[in-house]
């Protein structure tokens, strides 16, 4: 398995640090994204999805990636997991 973090204060600054991640044939499969509730959830999960990267993520009050902490910013770090380690299940709160 490889790992990868990028962050980012908007979707463009996203979508630019993931090209450059996946510059070296690096293919996450997994994201685990934490994003203030100022970004645009739904396009930084599209922009995932496009890509086949499964998504598992929350709304935070301050993101922190690499030893820092920032507010109203997007954390996510990239994992290149086999789809066979790892499920995501939703389900409606009742």
């Known amino acids: ?4 973090s990028i962050k980012g204060k908007s979707h463009e600054e996203i ?3 993931l090209q450059m991640s996946m510059e070296d044939s690096f293919k996450p499969t997994l994201a685990i994204v934490f994003l203030s509730i100022k970004q645009d959830r739904a396009t930084v999960s599209e ?3 496009e890509k086949g990267i499964e998504i ?4 935070t009050n301050g993101e922190f990636i690499d030893k820092k ?10 994992l290149d997991i086999k ?5 995501i299940f939703l389900q409606e709160y009742p």
């Open 1 to 4: 398995m490889k790992a990868k």
């Open 83 to 87: 789809h066979d380690y790892f499920q």
């Open 56 to 59: 598992f993520g929350a709304t």
């Open 15 to 17: 979508k630019n640090a």
């Open 47 to 49: 922009l995932l999805s």
């Open 69 to 78: 902490t920032e507010k109203g910013s997007i954390a996510i770090p990239l």
